[in-house]
């Protein structure tokens, strides 16, 4: 994500990273995800639309599996091509918010031992050369 808002203390100064890096999910034939399926109405979706612009929504309602949608899609959002981060180089060209980090942690700890697991062990590794200590 573009940034303007989160920065870092080095240096003596405020540093504002060029891009803060979020959680992503790249498809892949035959893989199984689990996730958290949220309930939104029109101008809730709208909003969400407009909040992860920087990925694409995609249908995803006939890949569900033991779940049944009804009034609506499934949607999953992917990062679109030009923003996705690799081998950023340090924190300064792109961060990774340790605020951001424990909300993850905190949704975690709500899951069970079975989706704690198979998200570990199908998840990147967090770049801790990237973590900084964000303020707003």
């Known amino acids: 994500m573009p940034n303007g808002t989160f920065y870092f203390d080095a240096d003596g100064g ?22 958290i399926l949220f309930v939104v109405d029109a101008g809730e979706l709208a909003a969400m639309h407009a909040r992860e612009w920087i990925y694409e929504p995609r249908v995803v309602t006939s890949e569900l599996r033991g779940v049944s949608v009804e009034g609506g899609d499934a949607i999953m959002y992917v990062a679109l091509p030009e923003h996705i981060v690799r081998g950023a180089a340090g924190p ?28 570990a ?15 707003r």
Do not use: K
């Open 121 to 135: 062990r199908t998840t990147d590794p967090v770049p801790e050369h990237l973590v900084i200590d964000d303020r």
């Open 92 to 119: 300064r060209q792109a961060a990774v918010r340790a605020s951001y980090l424990r909300i993850v942690e905190a949704g975690l700890a709500q899951t069970d031992d079975a989706f704690r697991a198979e998200f």
């Open 14 to 35: 405020p540093v504002h990273p060029q891009r803060i890096l979020y959680l992503n999910v790249r498809p892949q034939a035959e893989a199984l995800l689990n996730v």
